[in-house]
């Protein structure tokens, strides 16, 4: 293989590798059921593909909608007028959420 042929292929390579781990991200990652590793106000909450986020805990089961926007996850309110945000993000394979509604370390179970 000359040069140019064997830099042509080694570009396709990378290419293909780098696609490949251009899975999923933000909102779609989230859609499922997650459970709290330790004892919080909500231990499970489940995230739909319609923008619903369904919580279950200590208080009780709660509806609301969310979205993603950028670092903040922003939630309706779930008994006022505006809207709350707050952080969220991956650690490996855990979600990390700092938020009102819901805080702490959780892992897929579904």
Same mark, same amino acid.
């Given at each position: 293989m000359?040069?140019?042929v +064997? ?6 390579v990378?290419?293909a590798l780098?696609?490949s ?6 909102k ?7 459970v709290a ?5 909500i231990q499970t ?6 923008g ?6 200590m208080?009780?089961?709660?509806s609301?909608w ?7 996850m ?5 008994n006022?007028?505006t809207?709350?945000?707050?952080s969220?993000?991956f650690?490996?394979?855990?979600l990390v959420i ?6 702490? +370390?959780?892992k897929r179970?579904?």
């Open positions: 000359n040069t140019p +064997r830099v042509g292929a080694v570009m396709i990378a290419w780098l696609l781990g251009c899975g999923k991200s933000g779609s990652k989230l859609v499922g059921k997650w590793e330790r004892p919080v106000l909450i489940e995230f739909t593909k319609d619903r986020m369904n919580m279950s805990g208080a009780g089961h709660f609301t969310y979205k993603i926007e950028g670092k903040q922003v939630t309706g309110r779930l006022g007028p809207d709350d945000k707050g969220w993000r650690e490996g394979d855990r700092g938020h009102a509604l819901a805080y702490g +370390r959780y179970v579904k």
